[in-house]
């Protein structure tokens, strides 16, 4: 998993003391920076990320920072990450895509694959274009930055490492899977479940946070986790050294979105509660509020994903585990398509609704009311 010290942007006496808040970090865009704005952080990755941060770009007084999983090896973006020795750029683009305010112009252009040239091939111009803007400005975030300041992204984006690096799974008979790509597409009708993953860096001796990334938890009023893919997402990102240090220090209210399915050979027979472990045991803490779905897909829907393995991810709010955790549950389902995936509208009102007493409208009305999302709760640690 890398031994080498992760980079942080605290900055502590070498005697132990407690650091020293960072610099806040610079924003972009019109509408950030406003005084008195909620800070909202979100990490993950895939498509996941992409419908919630659809939904949080219009939600009026608010900061958005993305902070993105980096193992993606599919596709057009694994062959660029081969070919040029790149960052993956495929999840990145998806979030400038989901911040801009030319979204659907920026979606047909920027996600449409060439068909005609061989070398192009398969290609999305997206993924082309941030590849050529990182070689030129000389870093991969100053590419992403250039592209976002092209389709005037409100918010953000930052890779949780510019660390180059491969996941790896071990699985319950000892065996590994090598490749976010090889571990998110099973071979076989039937696989051991993960026990864990690490990250195997390419160049270096270890895989460190972007130093970016430490501020931004810091500032954080909210921390919102997924939607996506546990193993290959999710903790893809936590088990980046720095990380999970990072959101255990920060004052920012954790908040966990779940999956709305299970996937096959990562969550399988998964539960809600059975997300949420995992991801406490590998964040440290427990998460301060977990936000579900509460509305079934219809049957013919089910029927279709259990041909793939996958299962409708059950929350039973009567359950003990649930009594020590806020849940907010609600109709976030959109099935446009045969397709099982958050609503990005519903899943935004309902993240608006939490954020509203720490917002600068409601904060005047926060001593009025019972909503226990508007207070910040005791740090609890992860059994």
Same mark, same amino acid.
């Given at each position: 998993m890398g031994g080498g010290a992760a980079r942080t942007g605290f900055r502590g006496a070498a005697d132990g003391s407690p650091p020293l808040k960072p610099d806040r970090p610079g924003r972009s865009g019109s509408e950030n920076g406003r005084r008195g704005s909620v800070r909202l952080l979100t990490l993950g990755g895939g498509s996941g990320q992409?419908?919630?941060?659809?939904?949080? @770009? /219009?939600?009026?007084?608010?900061?958005?920072?993305?902070?993105?999983?980096?193992?993606?090896?599919?596709?057009?973006?694994?062959? =660029?990450? /081969?070919? !040029?020795?790149?960052?993956p750029p495929g999840d990145i683009l998806k979030c400038i895509v989901a911040l801009s305010p030319h979204r659907e112009m920026a979606r047909t252009l920027l996600l449409k694959r060439f068909v005609e040239d061989r070398r192009l091939k398969g290609h999305n111009a997206g993924n082309m274009l941030l590849t050529m803007l990182s070689r030129y &400005?000389?870093?991969?975030? &100053?590419? #992403?930055? $250039?592209? $976002?300041e092209i389709l005037d992204v409100r918010g953000r984006i930052l890779p #949780?490492?510019? /660390?180059?690096?491969? =996941? #790896? &799974?071990? %699985?319950?008979?000892?065996?590994r899977v090598f490749g976010e790509k090889a571990i998110d597409v099973p @071979?076989?009708?039937? *696989?051991?479940?993960?026990?864990?993953? !690490?990250? #195997?860096?390419?160049?270096?001796? +270890?895989?460190?946070?972007?130093?970016?990334?430490?501020?931004? $938890?810091?500032?954080?009023?909210?921390? =919102?986790?997924?939607?996506?893919?546990?193993?290959?997402?999710?903790?893809?990102?936590?088990?980046?050294?720095?990380?999970?240090?990072? =959101?255990?220090?920060?004052?920012?209210?954790?908040?966990?979105? %779940?999956?709305?399915?299970?996937k096959f050979g990562e969550t399988d027979r998964f539960r809600g509660r059975d997300f949420v472990e995992r991801l406490e045991a590998a964040l440290g803490r427990a998460v301060d509020g977990v936000i579900a779905n509460r509305r079934r897909p219809p049957?013919?829907?089910?029927?279709?994903?259990?041909?793939?393995?996958?299962? !409708?991810?059950?929350?039973?709010?009567?359950?003990? !585990?649930?009594?020590?955790? *806020? %849940?907010?549950?609600?109709?976030?389902?959109?099935?446009?398509?045969?397709?099982?995936?958050? /609503?990005?509208?519903?899943?935004?009102? %309902?993240?608006?609704?939490?954020?509203?007493?720490?917002?600068? +409208?409601?904060?005047?009305?926060e001593r009025k009311t019972r909503c226990a999302s508007a207070r910040r709760p005791s740090r609890r640690t992860a059994k």
């Open positions: 992409f419908a919630l941060l659809a939904g949080l @770009r /219009d939600l009026p007084g608010i900061e958005i920072t993305a902070v993105v999983s980096m193992v993606d090896s599919g596709g057009s973006t694994g062959r =660029l990450r /081969d070919e !040029f020795g790149i960052l &400005a000389g870093s991969f975030a &100053a590419g #992403v930055q $250039a592209l $976002a #949780v490492t510019v /660390d180059p690096a491969t =996941l #790896v &799974a071990e %699985l319950t008979d000892g065996s @071979r076989g009708l039937q *696989r051991e479940k993960i026990r864990e993953v !690490f990250l #195997v860096p390419h160049h270096s001796e +270890a895989v460190s946070v972007y130093p970016p990334v430490i501020d931004a $938890a810091w500032w954080a009023d909210y921390i =919102l986790i997924g939607p996506g893919d546990l193993f290959t997402s999710i903790l893809a990102a936590l088990i980046v050294p720095g990380v999970a240090d990072a =959101l255990r220090r920060s004052q920012g209210r954790i908040l966990y979105i %779940l999956n709305l399915m299970t049957e013919a829907l089910l029927q279709a994903y259990r041909r793939q393995k996958a299962e !409708f991810v059950e929350v039973d709010p009567g359950e003990d !585990f649930w009594k020590k955790r *806020r %849940l907010y549950v609600g109709d976030l389902l959109d099935t446009a398509g045969g397709i099982v995936r958050h /609503d990005s509208a519903k899943l935004a009102a %309902l993240i608006g609704g939490i954020i509203a007493p720490a917002s600068p +409208a409601g904060k005047g009305a």
